[in-house]
Every structure is written in C-alpha cells, then in structure tokens.
C-alpha cells in the first residue's frame, strides 16, 4: 500500500463499500494506523439499488465494529434521485456518493478521503475517458493524490487485493451489479478489456503505466499552465476575462490547457467537460465574427471583440427603461447615475459626461431611453443620419454595454448618446440660454 500519499497523524476517512477492494483498504490502513498515528473514520452508503443492499451495510457495519472503527452509514434513494434529475444512473450514484463522503469527511474533522481504486480501475477509466473523447488531462487518470481524495492501492492489481483477502481469511461481500451490462464501466471491464487483453495480455498494466506517465507530463503543463492564465486573463466584474490576442499566439497544446483551467476556475470543476467543448470554445475565439457565445454545462462563454468572457451564467438584461424629462432637474438612470438637467444663461463646454443645447431649440419636455434598433443619430459634419448600431460597431461597443446604453431624444430624435456621441446641430450661440446635460455619480 502507497502510505506515502497519507502523511502521520492524519484523520482518514475510509470509503467502505463491503467489497473486496475497500475491505482490503480499510484492513490495510487498520494495519499501520497505530503506527502512522491516524485516526480512521469509516463511511458506508447504501444506494438502495440492489435487494442485498442493506446485508451490504450491516455487513460493513459488523466489520467496523469489529476492528474498532467509528461507522457513518446512511441509505438513499439513487433511483429515485436519477428519476427527478433525468440523468444517467452512474453518474448520478457517483455524485452522490461524492457529496455523501465530503459532507462526512466535513463533519467528522478529516482532513483526507481514502478511495479503493486500483490499477484495473485505473485502466478502465483510462477506456471510458477515451471513448467520451477526453483530452489529455482526462486520460491522466485518477490521482493518487487530488485532494483531499487519496487512493493507497492504486498502484495494485485487483488480484492481488483478491489473494491478500484470501491469504488472511478476510470475508468480503460481492456486489452483483459489478457483471450488469447497463453500466458503461461493466461492459469495459468485462467485454472491452478482455478483447484488448487477446492483443496484449498486459494490457491493463500497460494502460496504468501510460496514466502514469500522462500525468507526470499533466504535472509540468499545470505549473506553466497556470503562468500563461494569470499572463492573459483576469477576473473582471464577477467574470473571468482572457485577452484573446494573447491566448490564439500560443501553441495549440497550451491554448487547450488554459481552456480548462479557466473553465475550472469558473464552474469549480471539470465534470461534463469534453475536448468537444474545448473545440467550440477554440472555434469561437478564431471566428471572424467580432461577437458571439456559447452555452455549456455550467458555464458561459462570450466572445467580445478581443476578451473572452467566462461566467456561470448568462448576463441578465436590464429591464426596458423610459422616463419623461419634464423639467429642469435630476433624473435617476437604471446604472444609479444620476442625469441632471441645468439651465444657464452662458456655456462651459463639452465633454465625455456632459453636453449643451440652446435651449430654446430643445423646449420640455425630452425623453430618456434604452437605445432601440433603428434609432439614428446626426453625426458631427454628416449631412444625414447614422444608424446607432454602425455607431456601436465603430465604437466597439460589446452586445451588454448596448443594451444599457441610454438616448436623450426630443420628438424622437436622438439628441445624444448618452456618454458617448451628441446629434450635430441645435448647439447655443452666444447670448442664448443653455440647457446642460449632465452625468453625475
């Protein structure tokens, strides 16, 4: 067993399903606990799919009891939970077992999380990985360490776990779903692996020792990896932002890698992330179009000129905004600026937050909008009109910052894009009276 993954005097919780391989586990850890000072909690979850479920748990309920090591059992309804979901079986029992081992390992102060996978397992997940079309971090396999989850056996062979059982006369229970042909991992393991086996009978070792080798090279790449995301890109307002410039002059082995690992800084995990997914994100990025965006399992992704957005979720849109402007006066906008309206008998200039009109060819009352397609605006030493969205596009405004942008407008003319551009024309002369806009905090 590899103890060096588990340093001294740690708190261990142990997954015990009554299988062969976590009773070897948790026998093993029992064996060199007073030696390592750990102290070992053990966990059992029912998954209630199988009528032999609950002799499982009485079964490893009795084998704590009798190497003297506290037992947190619990029962759930896996199929019922798959049902309300829709999702896939597997996938469902695993995530809940996941976060039924976390919440244990909170409770009871462990600091680690032992799992009783082994190299058979690891070459399976191997198979399984590369038949759902995972890149090369996927095909690492499982870590022996990836905390707080630890796996001691995993450089063991199921035999071999099955002759230390045997050699010690420790009972252990089977789990007859193992041979059902539904779950993906069964048919690997009894119809995939036993084909390749004909090809190569070390197949298994072998596809362990490339796991092993993929994720000593996964090892380098996270180190550099995580450099070149913090060179690119930057949290920006709740999302996490990548200057695509920067990432598209990188090596295609590297731009895939910081994919990932922005994707995991903002979902938090990787699950249901595919090479598919990283592909349309490349896609994206390399279009001609300047904007566009893709929903993926648990995140967002923007393409906004030169930035890449990534966010949990889909920016809401603000709600249509419309307001008289009836006077002179401060008028609310839906950013919490405030718009004030002045009139003075001499101008003081113009610039980003403000502009002036003569005020008699602007009478109350004006309007105050969200810009509309197809609103059009007199441009400085135009004769006619533009339309805003050109306006916008020249401005590389993204698609968010349009749809908050406001018009001041008088009978329907767009006076000033507010904060950005003002009609030509209608400016004071000297002696007439002004009408000020102004932005103000």
Request: aromatic share 6%.
């Amino acid at each position: 067993m590899q103890t060096g993954c588990i340093p001294a005097s740690s708190r261990v919780l142990v997954a015990v399903s009554g299988g062969a391989d976590s009773v070897a586990l948790i026998s093993l850890l029992h064996q060199v606990a007073d030696s390592m000072e750990l102290q070992l909690q053990a966990a059992h979850l029912d998954h209630a799919l199988r009528d032999t479920s609950s002799a499982d748990a009485r079964f490893v309920e009795q084998l704590c009891a009798d190497l003297g090591i506290p037992l947190v059992l619990e029962r759930r309804d896996v199929a019922g939970v798959t049902k309300q979901r829709k999702g896939n079986l597997e996938e469902v029992a695993r995530d809940i077992r996941r976060d039924f081992l976390e919440n244990v390992a909170q409770n009871c102060n462990c600091q680690l999380i032992a799992l009783g996978h082994h190299a058979d397992d690891q070459a399976e997940t191997f198979l399984m990985r590369l038949l759902r079309g995972s890149g090369p971090a996927g095909l690492a396999g499982m870590r022996l360490v990836n905390q707080p989850v630890v796996r001691p056996l995993l450089s063991f062979h199921h035999d071999e776990l099955l002759t230390y059982l045997q050699e010690n006369e420790i009972a252990w229970r089977e789990d007859e779903s193992n041979l059902d042909q539904a779950f993906t991992r069964n048919r690997v393991r009894h119809n995939l692996l036993p084909l390749l086996e004909s090809y190569n009978p070390n197949i298994r070792g072998q596809l362990a020792g490339l796991c092993e080798l993929m994720r000593q090279d996964d090892d380098f790449w996270v180190t550099l990896v995580a450099q070149e995301v913090a060179r690119c890109g930057k949290w920006l307002e709740g999302r996490y932002t990548l200057e695509r410039s920067l990432l598209l002059e990188l090596a295609p082995a590297l731009i895939g890698r910081m994919i990932r690992a922005v994707l995991q800084q903002v979902r938090g995990d990787l699950r249901g992330v595919t090479a598919i997914h990283v592909a349309d994100i490349l896609k994206l990025a390399r279009a001609d179009a300047p904007q566009g965006e893709l929903s993926l399992p648990g995140v967002w992704i923007a393409r906004r000129y030169e930035k890449l957005l990534f966010s949990k979720q889909k920016p809401e849109i603000d709600a249509y905004f419309e307001t008289v402007l009836s006077k002179p006066g401060c008028y609310s906008m839906p950013d919490g600026r405030q718009l004030h309206l002045l009139l003075d008998e001499q101008t003081f200039g113009e610039g980003a937050v403000t502009v002036e009109f003569a005020a008699a060819s602007v009478p109350f009352p004006l309007q105050l909008r969200h810009y509309q397609p197809g609103d059009r605006l007199r441009p400085s030493g135009m004769s006619g009109t533009k339309k805003l969205q050109d306006l916008f596009v020249d401005l590389k405004l993204t698609k968010e910052e349009r749809q908050k942008t406001l018009v001041v407008l008088k009978d329907d003319e767009v006076l000033w894009v507010v904060g950005l551009r003002r009609s030509e024309g209608r400016r004071p002369k000297d002696g007439e009276s002004v009408l000020r806009i102004v932005i103000k905090p």
